[in-house]
């Protein structure tokens, strides 16, 4: 059974940081590109950021204009795990989180389409 479980979401100011944590479960998470996506209040699911996969540990990673030089994704194969390291946040950046993993990561950027998805969790920043 495939497990996408997201954590480290939580309140804080603004100027603060969090880091999101998606532990995967019940597929080759090496094999797959994982990325991170964001829904805020009465708006649509936008892309946040995504990283490949590889077989020799050079990953690329894209990032969505308004989170560019604050947020930086990664991930460790051995835990099943993909991190997002967030700064600098702002009232703006408030939104549910989803992880999501796809064998492709053009599409995890530019469809929002992906073959697993996780259940979210909340961040807040309050200003």
């Known amino acids: 059974q495939v497990q996408l479980v997201e954590s480290g979401g939580g309140l804080v100011q603004a100027g603060g940081s969090l880091r999101l944590s998606c532990a995967a479960s019940?597929?080759?998470?090496?094999?797959?590109?994982m990325g991170w996506f964001r829904q805020a209040p009465g708006k649509e699911r936008e892309f946040v950021s995504a990283i490949s996969w590889s077989a020799i540990n050079i990953y690329l990673t894209n990032y969505a204009d308004s989170v560019k030089g604050r947020f930086t994704i990664s991930r460790d194969n051995a835990k099943n795990t993909v991190y997002l390291q967030m700064n600098g946040l702002k009232p703006e950046d408030t939104a549910v989180y989803f992880c999501a993993a796809d064998r492709n990561k053009e599409r995890l950027t530019t469809t929002q389409a992906a073959d697993y998805w996780g259940q979210g969790t909340q961040v807040t920043v309050s200003s």
């Open positions: 019940g597929f080759s998470f090496s094999s797959y590109a």
